[in-house]
């Protein structure tokens, strides 16, 4: 029997507030433990929080952005469990009226359009944080630091309409683009500013009913909730295979042996007794406020796809990837604007850049290749002051030094030779060294030619124009 997997995954985003979601302590990260606390963040008796007013556009941003209808009303409910990075005994939380619901994300995978549903988005309070230690006497202890307690997150909850775990990555990549893109979020999952929690089942192939589901956790990176997702439906299949049930629990990703073991069993929503907070109103978010906050968001991914491709007349694969990042996207426009070539722009920030930036882990803000350094480089290739040859070093020598083309070229002696008197001289050379070669070309044997071409060039140490050696050669192998 045939099974395919079923994915639904929730996200928590971490929203780019300055203050907290219900007072007024501050979201920086990297103080000093518990700096960053006041009475309504420990949940002191008697303390009320107020709502983040930022926080709500800022998730309302997000529910636009992902044509999620807003909910005119919502409300803040608690979410009762104890633990010990959990001041309050509750997290506030949203549950029977979330922000936003019935979104979608569109992606495409593998070539296919797909279109991923968003059952809901809703703001809630993130927890402290724990840490655990000995003492040099090796006595253990934890202490908890209360300055991540009440950062403002959204959780956006997706349908289980993911089909595959590659599906899973570029739905999260899509999702991160779109918090990028709208600056709520950095999206980093190292720095858990971007979690993921992963629910999975399998079904046998052509069954409408779904199977018992898993749910994954502590995956902090793209790479890892593509794996744990990998690996979790292998086990799945089997477990069916063996005529046994899944069953429904949690289970967390084992980064080094590469496996998901079971945490716990699912708790259910009745465990949490969730009830709306008495603490404050329902939140109440006017269709004004909704259009002032939809008028101002800013262009989207998919947009600036689209805009690409009917401005720049670039391919849809290439405008996709040069729009996955907003900075990348500048980046491209600048180059443009200084050298209105878009495909040739593309090639090199495709090809050349990306694979230096991938192999340095480094992020376009952080290169030393400016657009004013690519146009520049381009605008020599144009004038044939170098080869496409040397263009290629130049690129690798700014992108490693930062220093202007020109200044490369000048220094590296690796102007081109454009003195057919210089070029001649080589080819002679050649010519001399391999006769039989030259016997072989002029009794019609085309296929040397390339090769001869190869010495010439080999010979200038690859700085003579190649279409003028093309040219000399041939006329020298006529004459
Ligand atoms: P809970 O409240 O227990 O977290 P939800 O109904 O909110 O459960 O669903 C959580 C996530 O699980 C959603 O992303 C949803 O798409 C996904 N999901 C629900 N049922 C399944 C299933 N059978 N297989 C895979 N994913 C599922
Ligand atoms: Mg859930
Ligand atoms: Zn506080």
Avoid at 19 to 24: L, V
Avoid at 364 to 369: A, D, S
Avoid at 389 to 416: L, N, S
């Amino acid at each position: 029997m045939e099974y395919e997997p079923v994915i639904g995954l929730e996200v928590h985003a971490q929203l780019l507030t300055k203050s907290k979601i219900f007072c007024g302590c501050s979201t920086a990260f990297g103080e000093e433990p518990n700096a960053q606390t006041c009475p309504v963040c420990t949940g002191q008796p008697g303390s009320l929080p107020v709502i983040n007013r930022k926080a709500v556009e800022f998730a309302i941003k997000l529910g636009l952005a992902t044509n999620c209808r807003i909910a005119p009303y919502s409300l803040f409910a608690r979410k009762n469990y104890f633990y010990p990075d959990l001041p309050k005994g509750y997290q506030i939380s949203m549950y029977e009226y979330p922000l936003a619901e019935h979104g979608f994300v569109d992606l495409t995978v593998k070539g296919e359009k797909r279109r991923i549903g968003l059952i809901r988005i809703h703001m809630e309070e993130d927890a402290g944080k724990l840490k655990h230690g000995e003492t040099p006497e090796k006595a253990p202890f934890s202490y908890v630091d209360f300055n991540r307690t009440g950062v403002p997150l959204v959780e956006i909850v997706s349908g289980p309409d993911i089909r595959s775990p590659q599906e899973a990555g570029e739905y999260l990549r899509r999702l991160r683009t779109i918090l990028q893109y709208l600056e709520v979020c950095t999206g980093d999952m190292e720095k858990g500013t971007f979690r993921c929690d992963a629910n999975v089942s399998v079904r046998p192939v052509g069954q409408t009913k779904f199977g018992t589901r898993t749910e994954l956790k502590n995956m902090n990176s793209f790479r890892h909730v593509e794996k744990a997702l990998e690996y979790e439906i292998k086990r799945q299949i089997e477990v069916l295979k063996e005529g046994e049930e899944v069953v429904q629990e949690t289970r967390l990703w084992d980064t080094d042996q590469n496996i998901t073991v079971s945490m716990r069993g699912k708790e259910e929503a009745h465990d949490y007794r969730y009830f709306p907070d008495p603490d404050l109103v329902p939140l109440k978010v006017d269709d004004q406020w909704i259009e002032e906050i939809r008028k101002g968001l800013p262009e989207l991914p998919d947009q600036k796809r689209e805009r690409f491709i009917q401005d720049y007349k670039i391919p849809e694969y290439d405008a996709e990837i040069l729009t996955s990042t907003k900075a990348m996207a500048n980046y491209f426009e600048d180059c443009v604007r200084l050298y209105p070539e878009p495909k040739t722009v593309s090639n090199w920030l495709m090809g050349d850049l990306l694979r230096e930036m991938k192999r340095d882990e480094k992020e376009i803000e952080h290169c030393l290749v400016t657009p004013k350094h690519l146009a520049e480089m381009l605008n020599m290739m144009k004038e044939g002051t170098i080869s496409g040859k040397i263009a290629k070093e130049v690129f690798e020598e700014m992108y490693r030094t930062g220093d202007w083309p020109a200044t490369i070229v000048k220094e590296k002696g690796w102007v081109q030779i454009l003195d057919t008197g210089e070029i001649d001289g080589v080819i002679d050379k050649v010519l001399q060294s391999n006769p039989k070669l030259v016997e072989d070309y002029r009794s019609g044997k085309e296929k040397v030619f390339g090769f001869l071409v190869g010495e010439v060039m080999k010979g200038t140490k690859g700085k003579a124009n190649p279409k003028l050696v093309n040219e000399l050669l041939r006329k020298k192998l006529k004459g």
